[in-house]
């Protein structure tokens, strides 16, 4: 996949298969034949999150290796940023993402409420303070940056 000119390896493991087959069941078992593509726009939701990073990444000039999806969700594999501020925003993209997708999704007509309580879960639970979730990197970042972190890409953190 190329992104602005780009390219960006996008992968769907094995598992991630199988959480897109979950979802348009879900989809499915709460809307009928309408919800088969319900889950595939929740998919699509857990993509446009992940190239909000890669957007936000690129913005701070801050290298982007790939996208993919699994069982347990997306992700973005990418360099951190040489300052924590832009490392903060890059990671706070992906739910502010989901936020957007939130309200434009009430205007989609009969799956839209549906969709728009998923991409409120999506947002919710990346800014959980859990590892491996959006909202344990900004945590992280902001509060216990590792100067080894920061040291690998050839600065030490800055105070904001």
Not at 76 to 105: C, E, Q, W, Y
Request: aromatic fraction near 10%; include cysteine.
């Amino acid at each position: 996949m190329s992104f602005a000119g780009i390219r960006i390896v996008f992968t769907v493991h094995r598992s991630g298969w199988l959480l897109i087959a979950v979802l348009m069941g879900l989809g499915f078992r709460d809307l009928g034949l309408a919800g088969l593509a319900a889950g595939l726009l929740v998919t699509l939701s857990l993509v446009i999150h992940e190239l909000a990073h890669v957007l936000a990444a690129l913005t701070f000039a801050v290298p982007v290796h790939g996208i993919g999806i699994k069982f347990i969700g997306a992700y973005t594999s990418r360099k951190h940023a040489a300052r924590r501020r832009h490392d903060v925003l890059i990671t706070a993209a992906g739910p502010l993402a989901n936020v957007v997708l939130m309200f434009a999704s009430f205007f989609v007509p009969k799956i839209g409420v549906w969709l728009a309580e998923w991409n409120c879960g999506i947002a919710l639970l990346n800014l959980l303070p859990v590892p491996g979730t959006d909202g344990y990197r900004i945590l992280k970042t902001m509060f216990w940056p590792g100067v080894s972190t920061y040291a690998r890409v050839g600065k030490l953190p800055d105070p904001a």
